[in-house]
């Protein structure tokens, strides 16, 4: 199965902004919904954002609300996140995923390889 690829981590101050890319081939982008996770080191991998495939479910951990912004160009089988207002606990490694919704929770089905996100404090 191709895997999606994410791009667009790096090192930001805190209180700076980022935003995660990631794109997939149209077999494994068309009709799915998209998510992101992130792993911060020792901790457990956690659920980040999701948006459906038209973009009218769209989820948020409560710690990112109103910072992060997910979105999808469905054209360029892209989704983005755009993440604002950055805090140092925000340092993780980010992880693209295409999934299906069920019951309006975000269920990951395949994973891309992470991206990196450092904010310094």
């Known amino acids: 199965q191709v895997q999606p690829v994410g791009s667009g981590g790096g090192l930001v101050q805190a209180g700076g902004s980022l935003r995660l890319s990631c794109a997939a081939s149209?077999?494994?982008?068309?009709?799915?919904?998209k998510g992101w996770f992130r792993q911060a080191p020792g901790k457990e991998r956690e659920f980040v954002s999701a948006?459906?495939?038209?973009?009218?479910?769209?989820t948020y951990t409560d710690s990112v609300k109103g910072r992060f912004t997910i979105s999808r160009d469905n054209a360029q089988n892209t989704v983005y996140l755009q993440m604002n207002n950055l805090k140092v606990e925000d340092t993780a490694v980010y992880y693209c995923t295409t999934g299906l919704y069920y019951s309006g929770t975000y269920r990951p089905e395949s994973w891309g390889q992470g991206t990196q996100v450092t904010v310094s404090s």
């Open positions: 948006i459906s495939w038209s973009g009218d479910a769209i």
């Open positions: 149209g077999r494994t982008f068309i009709g799915y919904a």
